[in-house]
């Protein structure tokens, strides 16, 4: 059974930082895209932040690129998202997805590429 569990939100000020984490479990960790995706209330689920099978290949997403970085740790089947200078707009759930692809380089940024999902993370940065 494939399970993918974040951890790491919270509550945190206008220029804080918060390090978010999913754990990655029944899968191969290493044949699979990754990405963290956030979905703010009563607004759809966007891209955050992908990484490739090979993680040497990361891309963002416009508002977050120089504030987020995505890591992965395939030791550990975790993937992280370290989100420095956080603001207001950042409040969201945030999720992260694993994608399987054949392709070592593969960054994935549209959602129905991910067959698997966390339950996600609440991230709320006060003003």
């Known amino acids: 059974q494939v399970q993918l569990v974040e951890s790491g939100g919270g509550l945190v000020q206008t220029g804080g930082s918060l390090r978010l984490s999913c754990e990655a479990s029944?899968?191969?960790?290493?044949?699979?895209?990754l990405g963290w995706f956030r979905q703010a209330p009563g607004k759809e689920r966007e891209f955050v932040a992908g990484?490739?099978?090979?993680?040497?290949?990361?891309y963002y997403a416009g508002p977050v690129k120089g504030r987020f970085t995505i890591s992965g740790d395939n030791a550990k089947n975790t993937v992280y998202l370290q989100m420095n200078s956080l603001k207001p707009e950042d409040t969201a759930v945030y999720y992260c997805?694993?994608?399987?692809?054949?392709?070592?380089?593969?960054?994935?940024?549209?959602?129905?590429?991910?067959?698997?999902w966390g339950q996600g993370t609440q991230v709320t940065v006060s003003s």
């Open positions: 990484i490739s099978r090979r993680g040497s290949d990361t």
């Open positions: 029944g899968l191969t960790f290493s044949r699979y895209a």
């Open positions: 997805g694993a994608a399987d692809t054949p392709i070592m380089f593969a960054v994935k940024t549209n959602a129905n590429a991910y067959g698997y």
